[in-house]
T-cell receptor
Framework: ETGVTQTPRHLVMGMTNKKSLKCEQHLGHNAMYWYKQSAKKPLELMFVYSLEERVENNSVPSRFSPECPNSSHLFLHLHTLQPEDSALYLC?????????????????FGAGSRLTVL | DAKTTQPPSMDCAEGRAANLPCNHSTISGNEYVYWYRQIHSQGPQYIIHGLKNNETNEMASLIITEDRKSSTLILPHATLRDTAVYYCIVSGQGFGGTSYGKLTFGQGTILTVHP
């Protein structure tokens, strides 16, 4: 496996279910991201995660919670979602430069997990 | 991050060069210009990035004006497989005080390559 792998590719869940999306990167990167893409809307950054620091977007509802057990794996735990949460959820990774440094930051994206909430 | 402006859609004939413009008049000195594309329902694919100088790789060329207020992505010989949404993103600062990426995606340009 190379690149960024997301599973499952498709998920249908009810509003009372608890499910998780998984992302795995094989690029040796140290930063991972969750983006959300709703129909006909731009990609929205949800979370940035690294070994050193987890950064949360304050506008993300608590029914979404990320987990990053190591630098290669990222999860998005879902519970009591709403139908409007139906979207394509994209994981990405990059080689972060660390606090205080600036430079180019190229993200590699996975193919996405298509979530439908009934 | 600086806001970018792109035309909503463009057409190109197969085999011809596709020139996709992007305006970023509020770009600051340490911000990079990135181009990504997204083929329907797939994850975005990185194409190229630049700071001040023009750049070329196996996929495309990036031309940045001297004042850095606009840029053009050039696909030298467009194919049908280049039909996608192309995003121009300007970013240089990290998110939450770090240097990790916060790429803010707009609506992009829908490029349609015709036979």
């Amino acid at each position: 496996e190379t690149g960024v792998t997301q599973t499952p590719r498709h998920l249908v869940m009810g509003m009372t279910n608890k499910k998780s999306l998984k992302c795995e990167q094989h690029l040796g990167h140290n930063a991972m991201y969750w983006y959300k893409q709703s129909a006909k809307k731009p990609l929205e950054l949800m979370f940035v995660y690294s070994l050193e620091e987890r950064v949360e977007n304050n506008s993300v509802p608590s029914r979404f919670s990320p987990e990053c057990p190591n630098s290669s794996h990222l999860f998005l735990h879902l519970h009591t979602l709403q139908p409007e949460d139906s979207a394509l959820y994209l994981c990405a990774s990059s080689q972060g430069l660390g606090r205080g440094r600036s430079g180019a930051n190229v993200l590699t994206f996975g193919a996405g997990s298509r979530l439908t909430v009934l | 991050d600086a806001k970018t402006t792109q035309p909503p859609s463009m057409d190109c004939a197969e085999g011809r060069a596709a020139n996709l413009p992007c305006n970023h008049s509020t770009i600051s000195g340490n911000e990079y210009v990135y181009w990504y594309r997204q083929i329907h329902s797939q994850g975005p694919q990185y194409i190229i990035h630049g700071l001040k100088n023009n750049e070329t790789n196996e996929m495309a060329s990036l031309i940045i004006t001297e004042d850095r207020k606009s840029s053009t992505l050039i696909l030298p010989h467009a194919t049908l497989r280049d039909t996608a949404v192309y995003y121009c993103i300007v970013s240089g600062q990290g998110f939450g005080g770090t240097s990790y990426g916060k790429l803010t995606f707009g609506q992009g340009t829908i490029l349609t390559v015709h036979p």
